[in-house]
């Protein structure tokens, strides 16, 4: 008996402790948000969640209003649906609201990369001097330059005149951003290796088209990844794919290139300066190239196809390319120059950016997450007031509290290209919600300190890429009266959705 009852009492604190970590113990108390646990003990509700993460949060908010907790896989996650109440996450202190903890262990535990102490300081200062303001000018350059490589590289020539390619649109659109994105921001093929300059182009186009082709295959595996549910073979597949990136975009081989974008090249000296081993700073590299190259494709194939799709569109847009082109004295001719679309001209593009606007209103889809530091109140716009607890999580989901909110976006599924105007042509900022003026009325980028610091350039690259479309390219659905495809659900919460199926069209080169 004397030694059974030590042995009784450890396995009862063992099973306590055990059911604590599980969450069983768990109540919601006096002041916090309602509290769903879900009928799975520390999983919670994880698998809906993962399955549909819209349907989920919609049936949640149904059941609990705008602002409510719930169990998934061992996190407590207050979900605040409140669109009027978004300061509260957007612009609470960072000593209680912390994005960079929450960030460095998805980095971690997806990409294997352990982030620098200031990396995120880092990143927004690199972005900040070169992915916005006269920094843009530079990549805007560049981008033009290599799409026009990727694009147009057969023109004038006789290898495709005339003839129309068959391809999906998705695939294409995706493909072609996705490589004259990467030949922007991680360089050319250095001069000395290949001689001359259509060598060289050709050798980007060959090595481009190879990393794409990996990068979709990542892609794919990306949710289940991020998640931690690979199969097996999918882990092997994932394994090889990161050796490839690794030394695909290994620090070494980014030195020996050209033109490398200021912007990765002060990352990485900075992060090198900071002591950090070189493996892991090739292990960033790729880090950042997931996160400038996963987005734009998918988007861009989106703003092509609602253009496609809706004439009227499409219409107003060629009709103000034209028109620029023209105020710029500059002309498509067989056998002349090139057009170049300068960031100039990009920003006297309004009905444009409203087409853009949309188009990530529509399929653009993040889960902004923030870890809570410290017991705090969160303060909703119209004065309730609820407990947060330390260790707990807190998030929002703009696509379903705001983007596809009738009360701010009438009509909220149907594509209207000048949403984002006004009669006068100006950008349209009014938005309102219970008579109260909405100030995040579309957050495809999401929102204060891990706002996406590529917005600008991100926004510049899917403009260049319809106008390339729209002034040297005639293009068209193979089937006009084709439904729109559906999103492909697994990737909720990731930013840009993709479409679970590729839409056929044909293009060919005008002259
Ligand atoms: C249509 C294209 C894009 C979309 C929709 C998009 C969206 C987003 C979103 C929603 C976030 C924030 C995630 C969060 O709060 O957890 C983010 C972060 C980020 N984006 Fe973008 N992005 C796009 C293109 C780009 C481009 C072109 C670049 C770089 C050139 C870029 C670089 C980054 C980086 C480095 C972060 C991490 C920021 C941080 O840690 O604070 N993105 N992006």
């Keep these: 008996m004397g030694l059974l009852l030590p042995i009784l009492l450890a396995f009862l604190a063992a099973l306590l402790g055990g059911l604590y970590l599980l969450g069983v113990f768990r109540q919601r108390?006096?002041?916090?948000?309602?509290?769903?646990?879900?009928?799975?003990?520390?999983?919670?509700?994880?698998?809906?969640?993962?399955?549909?993460?819209?349907k989920f949060l919609e049936r949640m908010t149904q059941k609990h209003g705008d602002v409510f907790t719930v169990q998934l896989?061992?996190?407590?996650?207050?979900?605040?649906?409140?669109?009027?109440?978004?300061?509260?996450?957007?612009?609470?202190?960072?000593?209680?609201?912390?994005f960079s903890k929450f960030a460095v262990q998805l980095v971690y535990r997806v990409f294997g990369y352990k982030a620098v102490e200031n990396g995120h300081q880092i990143?927004?200062?690199?972005?900040?001097?070169?992915?916005?303001g006269d920094g843009l000018e530079v990549m805007t350059q560049a981008m033009m330059s290599n799409l026009q490589n990727l694009m147009l590289h057969n023109i004038g020539t006789s290898a495709d005149e005339g003839t129309w390619i068959d391809e999906g649109l998705f695939n294409y659109s995706y493909n072609i951003v996705f490589r004259a994105g990467y030949l922007s921001l991680f360089g050319n093929e250095p001069h000395n290796t290949e001689g001359n300059e259509s060598k060289v182009k050709e050798k980007d186009r060959v090595d481009s088209q190879a990393?794409?082709?990996?990068?979709?295959?990542?892609?794919?595996?990306?949710?289940?990844l991020a998640y931690g549910i690979l199969l097996p073979m999918q882990r092997l597949e994932v394994e090889r794919l990161m050796g490839f990136f690794l030394d695909s975009v290994s620090v070494q081989k980014i030195k020996s290139r050209d033109n490398v974008s200021r912007w990765l090249w002060d990352i990485q000296q900075a992060t090198e300066e900071l002591g950090s081993e070189e493996t892991m700073r090739s292990r960033y590299m790729f880090v950042l190239l997931w996160a400038s190259q996963g987005n734009t494709g998918p988007s861009a194939f989106w703003?092509?196809?609602?253009?496609?799709?809706?004439?009227?569109?499409?219409?107003?847009v060629k009709e103000e390319v034209d028109t620029l082109l023209k105020e710029f004295g500059q002309e498509v001719q067989p056998g002349g120059p090139l057009v170049n679309l300068t960031r100039e001209m990009l920003m006297k593009t309004p009905v444009l950016d409203s087409a853009v606007e949309e188009t990530l209103r529509l399929t653009t889809a993040p889960v902004l997450t923030r870890?809570?530091?410290?017991?705090?109140t969160l303060k909703m716009a119209d004065g309730r007031e609820y407990f947060l607890r330390k260790g707990d999580r807190m998030a929002v989901f703009p696509y379903s509290a705001v983007h596809i909110d009738p009360e701010i976006h009438p009509d909220p599924h149907a594509f209207q290209y000048n949403r984002f105007l006004n009669p006068d042509g100006t950008k349209k900022t009014d938005f309102y919600k219970a008579g109260k003026k909405v100030k995040y009325y579309n957050m495809p980028w999401g929102a204060?300190?891990?706002?996406?610091?590529?917005?600008f350039f991100a926004t510049n690259e899917l403009k260049q890429f319809v106008f390339l479309m729209l002034v040297y390219f005639e293009f068209?659905?193979?089937?006009?009266?084709?439904?729109?495809?559906?999103?492909?659900?697994?990737?909720?919460?990731?930013?840009?959705?993709?479409?679970?199926?590729?839409?056929?069209?044909?293009?060919r080169l005008r002259y």
């Design 448 to 455: 204060g300190v891990s706002m996406c610091p590529g917005r």
């Design 123 to 132: 990143l927004h200062m690199a972005s900040n001097k070169h992915l916005k």
């Design 303 to 316: 703003l092509l196809f609602f253009l496609m799709k809706h004439p009227e569109a499409m219409a107003a």
């Design 476 to 507: 068209e659905l193979k089937k006009p009266d084709e439904m729109i495809p559906g999103i492909d659900f697994k990737r909720w919460g990731f930013g840009s959705m993709q479409p679970d199926r590729d839409v056929e069209f044909r293009y």
């Design 371 to 376: 870890a809570v530091l410290q017991d705090m």
């Design 29 to 54: 108390r006096p002041g916090e948000p309602p509290l769903d646990k879900g009928l799975m003990p520390w999983l919670g509700h994880v698998l809906e969640f993962r399955k549909n993460t819209l």
């Design 73 to 98: 896989g061992g996190c407590y996650i207050t979900f605040l649906q409140d669109p009027l109440s978004f300061g509260s996450l957007v612009k609470e202190s960072r000593e209680k609201l912390d």
């Design 211 to 224: 990393l794409f082709y990996k990068f979709r295959k990542y892609d794919q595996l990306f949710p289940n």
